[in-house]
Every structure is written in structure tokens, then in C-alpha cells.
């Protein structure tokens, strides 16, 4: 694969399985390994970008949809069982709502879209931000409400513009570093002290993203089914093996 080439669809998804597998080993068995997180960080951006591809090259959107669902569902077990350590654990849900939310709200304003009414699709797009958020939030998917105004910033700013590059980064900064916040790290430069927040690692998935050029690359049945099976498939195998410790 030649750089000027671009990144192919099937690579980002490799790489974004392999980064939030990172983030998910330091979750249960090596939670000394705080790089494991920072590496984990860039993960989530990467499938929200995938998401909102998704949905402008799928040939059938409802089936889209109804096959995240169906994942979403599948995936609960195995989620509430790393986080809850029970088959059933109702305070937190796993990431593919949070992408099923984001995805029925695109699907909503290119409803409004098809209207031809800029002040409506405005309005709509406004409070399909705030309602995502606060659903996000009362629903508590992973990420809550930040992760879905995500998969908002993907479809916002979609496409290969200079200003879609400039909207995702300042969304993606405002999004994870004075949103999210969290943990900082403090260095010393210069005698002067930088922090740095871990949530803002995130940003670093824009590289990848950027050098996306369109194209699909590798895109078998099993593999389209293996992407989302990994999600589900990764944290039952975790999970049984953590339980081992």
C-alpha cells in the first residue's frame, strides 16, 4: 500500500480493533500499564468515523441498522460482565448504542434534509446535538453523550475539505480534552509545566482518519462479520480469562 494511496476502510477498522483491544487489557488485566489506555484513547474516534462512512456507502440502511442492533444486543453479556461482573448490570451499556443513537439521529436530519429548508435543517441539526448528548448521558452508553456527539462531528464535517479537517479537530479537542477532561500528565519543558490529558490521545486518531482516502480495500463477507463480532467475541474471551486471576 503506497501512503499517497490513502488508508483503506478495512485497515482503520484493524487498527481500531487493535487499539480499543489495548484499552480493554489494561481494563481487566493489566491496569498498571496506563499506555495500554492512552493507546486505547484513539480507538473510539476511528469507529465513529467508520459509522458515519458506513452510513453514506451502505446500499440498505435499514439493514444497517437492524445489524447493529442485533450486535448491540448480543453484546451486552459480555459487556456487563466486564464492567459489572453480572449478566445484568443496568448503569452502564456498551459502545454500539452509543453508535445506534448517533446513527439514528444522522438518519433523522437527512429526513429534514430532504426538505430543502435550511432554517429547519439547522434547527433539527441543533437539537439532535443537544437531545444526543443529553439521551447519551441519561442512557449511560459508553463515552454518554460525548461519544455520541462524536459520530455528530464525523457527519457534520464529512468529507475531504480543508474546513471539515479544521471542524473535526476543534469538535474532537473541545469534545475530549475540556469536556472529557480527566486524568492529566504533567511534564516539564523548559522549566515551564505542560499538562496533558489522557482523554486528549483521542485526537491522534485523526491521523489515520485523514489519511483515509475512500476506498474499501478488503471487505469479504467473513471480514464485514468479523469487525462487528470482535466486539462482542473480545470481551467474553477477557472476560473468562481475567476470572482465572
Known sequence: MKLREGIPSSLLHILAMVFMLCDHLWATMFPWLGWLTCVGRVAFP???????????????????????LAFAVISEIPFNL????????????NVLWTFLIGLVLILLIEKV???????????????????GWLIGMITAVD??????????????????????????FICMYYINVEMMGGLCYI?????????????????????????YRGKQGYHAKWFQYFCY?????????????????
Open 46 to 68: 476511528i469507529f465513529a468515523f467508520m459509522i458515519v462512512e458506513g452510513y453514506f456507502h451502505t446500499h440498505d440502511i435499514r439493514r444497517y441498522l437492524l445489524r447493529l
Open 82 to 93: 466486564i464492567y459489572g461482573s453480572s449478566v445484568s448490570y443496568i448503569a452502564h451499556q
Open 113 to 131: 434534509r430532504q426538505k430543502e429548508k435550511l432554517w429547519l435543517t439547522i434547527l433539527v441539526s441543533a437539537l439532535a446535538v443537544v437531545f
Open 143 to 168: 463515552f454518554y453523550g460525548f461519544g455520541v456527539l462524536m459520530v455528530l462531528t464525523f457527519y457534520f464535517f464529512h468529507g475531504k475539505k480543508w474546513w471539515c479537517y479544521v471542524g473535526q
Open 187 to 211: 511534564f516539564h519543558i523548559f522549566g515551564h509545566e505542560v499538562e496533558l490529558v489522557q482523554q486528549g490521545f483521542a485526537l491522534l486518531a485523526l491521523i489515520p482518519i485523514w489519511l
Open 229 to 245: 463480532a470482535f466486539y462482542p467475541v473480545h470481551l467474553l474471551l477477557l472476560w473468562l480469562i481475567w476470572r482465572q486471576f
